[in-house]
């Protein structure tokens, strides 16, 4: 049984940080890219980080050089390093391997 389950999310003022983390279990994580993705209030789902199973990293513009994305394969998480938060970026946060997607976290930014 697959499972992803995102922590990590909360309550932050504008220009903080937080970090999201992502357990993975049920597949061959090492070998698999993963990814977050968000989904603001009334909007669409977007894509906003990815990692490869090497370590290549991409970002969606909206979050470069403020969002860092890495993995720990012996733990089987991939993390999502927030700073500099904006009220923008309030959304609910959702990690994803390929048809799998976790339950989505919350995170909120204050102005």
């Known amino acids: 049984q697959v499972q992803l389950v995102e922590s990590g999310g909360g309550l932050v003022q504008a220009g903080g940080s937080l970090r999201l983390s992502c357990a993975v279990s049920g597949i061959a994580f090492s070998i698999n890219a993963m990814a977050w993705y968000r989904q603001a209030p009334g909007k669409q789902r977007e894509w906003v980080a990815s990692?490869?199973?090497?370590?290549?990293?991409n970002y969606a513009d909206s979050v470069k050089g403020r969002f860092t994305i890495s993995r720990d394969n012996a733990r089987e998480m991939v993390y999502l390093q927030m700073n500099s938060l904006k009220p923008e970026d309030t959304a609910v946060y959702y990690c994803?391997?390929?048809?799998?997607w976790g339950q989505g976290i919350l995170v909120t930014v204050s102005s």
């Open positions: 990692i490869t199973s090497g370590g290549n990293t």
């Open positions: 994803r391997q390929g048809q799998y």
